[in-house]
């Protein structure tokens, strides 16, 4: 199932907050529970509605480990927050990149989940929300756990 979650950017600071905040404890549920593919943050201009950039993180979980109760496999923390910083540091750099948002946005937070996995309130089914109309994609390095494998993809409209 694809699932989102929408913030329009209308919020203040504590809405905000509050609205990650739910949406960081139900990921985090499904990622204990091996059941997240996917992870994309899309921004839209939110007066034409257009998808102008897509942020995708492909997760591989290995399902493994849950058939194997006593198994656990610890990934050296060391190791994990070196993975993330190497992307966050992509992340970062790619700002000399990507085109400047120059009208108001909003943004979409989609999960792809397991076919099986229900859909909690306030959450809904809906489409991939793709960049479309001369967008270019740029792969930027994943990272591996001893659980999961990420894959970072920004697509992003050409201006």
Not at 11 to 20: A, C, F, G, I, P
Not at 95 to 119: A, K, M, N, R, W
Request: glycine content about 4%; some cysteine; charged content about 25%.
């Amino acid at each position: 199932a694809v699932v989102s979650t929408q913030s329009t950017g209308e919020t203040t600071d504590e809405r905000l907050k509050n609205y990650l905040d739910q949406c960081l404890d139900q990921l985090r549920g499904w990622l204990n529970n091996l059941t997240v593919q996917k992870l994309v943050l899309v921004m839209q201009d939110l007066e034409t509605k257009e998808n102008i950039e897509r942020w995708s993180f492909d997760i591989a979980c290995d399902k493994s480990i849950r058939n194997c109760p006593d198994l656990t496999k610890p990934a050296e923390l060391k190791t994990i927050q070196k993975g993330i910083q190497d992307v966050i540091r992509q992340i970062v750099s790619s700002v000399t990149f990507l085109p400047i948002l120059e009208s108001s946005c909003s943004f979409d937070i989609l999960v792809y989940t397991d076919h099986d996995v229900t859909i909690p309130v306030g959450w809904d089914e809906t489409t991939a929300k793709i960049v479309v109309g001369g967008s270019e994609n740029v792969q930027l390095k994943g990272f591996s756990t001893s659980v999961h494998t990420v894959t970072p993809t920004i697509s992003y409209k050409m201006p």
